[in-house]
């Protein structure tokens, strides 16, 4: 039986799994933080021959120089293209060989390289990682190649009137903070960055003091401690710079973006909430009550159902490192996206002022927690999961308390979130289609 073969057969084991885990205690967790600074969360999970490696860099686009966005993601997708002694060529051919799976990807906080492999080939697969992390090459033909990619991922993007909304709206709520900039950056950009600056990013940001590693699966956690030491032990700390500052909130902004469409792209929202935010909990009820549950939602049930006005709708509080984005996305007609748009600031006017009824909150609750376990169905969801939880900060009994703390929330307290942390009259607002029609609605473009 191959790799592949094992994952598809074992489903239902680990989705059992996981869901015995959120009803009773969470998975038993080894923490080990070596004398470099990098941090191990460990866990044998026997039920599957599985053992899934996932590293995050403490970083990402979030600390990409105001003059070069797009650093920290071309850097992350280098790291799988060679490291001392083996090209990515190379790289490809041992994964594939293994039947495993290898990646390297970037995201706002951080840079992260991952593998999963058969529990026999744990020694191997964490010899990738850890590689890929220390000792990457950076081959010039690759970042030629690379950069070469992403140039035309960005040209496509521009005809994409949703990534032109989304780009503008970050843009005018975040200005040249961490997250205003597109994370994969501009044409510009991408054509400026060096070699010599990848390697920078590299040694600055990529450091053992600002890595977790959680690693999960089939193998005992001493096993487990025993090579990461001896792979990772030996990497020296690093001389990071200092972080960038958080954005401090704008003032209310309409921006119109003139663009041929049939369909107005519109994103409306303002600076929400960093991650360890005490009120994570019922700021996420009542998004999900707002727009984030889908078909359960009232922007879903007001813009849709009833009027008719967007087939897709949704609200989400991204929580990060530094407070995220609150935003509500949305399609509609040209015609009628003035009143799309009247729409959605009355609903946000008034959860902001009413709250949410106590129906309402329990079928969050209940979507929430039987929802829960399918984040934690796989072996790699698992580990990924763990290393968010380590990253954050959030304690060891976040699994376990989860269920308890999400039917903890009160209708007070998501009311007192959503009077706290929506502000109607402070809304940054982005809309992306014929500037003519647009503005014969009475959408304006204010400074």
């Not at 927690?369 to 954050?392: C, H, V």
Request: glycine share 10%; hydrophobic share 40%; aromatic share 6%.
């Amino acid at each position: 039986m191959n790799f592949r073969t094992t994952i598809q057969s074992l489903t239902i084991a680990c989705t059992l799994a996981a869901a015995q885990m959120t009803s009773a205690a969470g998975p038993e967790v080894t923490r080990v933080q070596l004398d470099n600074g990098l941090r191990l969360v460990l866990s044998q999970q026997p039920a599957v021959p599985i053992v899934a490696i996932d590293c995050l860099a403490d970083g990402g686009s979030r600390v990409d120089p105001g003059s070069l966005p797009g650093l920290a993601a071309l850097t992350g997708a280098l790291l799988e293209e060679g490291t001392k002694g083996r090209s990515g060529q190379d790289i490809a051919k041992q994964i594939d060989s293994l039947g495993g799976s290898f990646s390297t990807g970037t995201a706002s906080d951080w840079v992260n390289v991952g593998a999963s492999v058969l529990a026999r080939d744990f020694d191997t697969g964490l010899d990738l990682v850890t590689r890929s992390l220390r000792e990457p090459t950076f081959p010039e033909e690759a970042v030629e190649r690379l950069r070469a990619d992403t140039l035309g991922e960005l040209q496509a993007s521009e005809e994409h009137p949703g990534y032109v909304a989304s780009r503008g709206f970050h843009q005018a709520l975040f200005g040249d903070a961490p997250y205003g900039h597109p994370a994969h950056g501009t044409e510009e950009s991408v054509r400026a960055i060096k070699r010599s600056e990848i390697i920078a990013y590299h040694a600055n940001w990529i450091v053992p003091e600002r890595t977790i590693c959680a690693i999960v699966g089939d193998v005992k956690p001493n096993r487990m401690e025993e090579v990461a030491r001896k792979k990772l032990g030996s990497w020296k700390r690093g001389d990071s710079p200092p972080e960038p500052k958080p954005a401090t909130p704008p003032p209310a902004r309409d921006v119109l973006v003139d663009m041929q469409t049939t369909q107005a792209n519109i994103v409306i929202g303002e600076i929400g909430v960093d991650r360890k935010n005490p009120d994570f909990f019922s700021i996420r009820l009542m998004n999900h009550i707002l727009g984030g549950g889908g078909f359960q939602s009232r922007l879903v049930d007001t813009v849709r159902d009833e009027n008719g006005l967007a087939y897709s709708i949704h609200s989400r509080f991204g929580s990060n490192r530094f407070p995220g984005a609150f935003r509500v996305v949305l399609q509609t007609k040209v015609e009628s996206a003035k009143a799309a748009i009247d729409l959605v600031r009355a609903e946000i006017a008034k959860i902001h002022e009413s709250g949410v009824t106590q129906e309402e909150l329990e079928a969050a609750q209940d979507y929430l927690t039987g929802n829960f376990p399918l984040s934690l169905d796989s072996t790699s969801k698992l580990t990924g999961f763990l290393a968010q939880i380590e990253y954050f900060g959030l304690g060891n009994d976040y699994i376990e308390s989860y269920g308890d703390r999400v039917r903890a929330v009160t209708t007070d307290q998501v009311a007192s979130a959503a009077s706290k942390y929506l502000h109607p009259d402070a809304l940054v607002q982005v809309v992306v289609g014929p500037k003519e029609n647009l503005a014969a609605q009475g959408l304006k473009m204010t400074p």
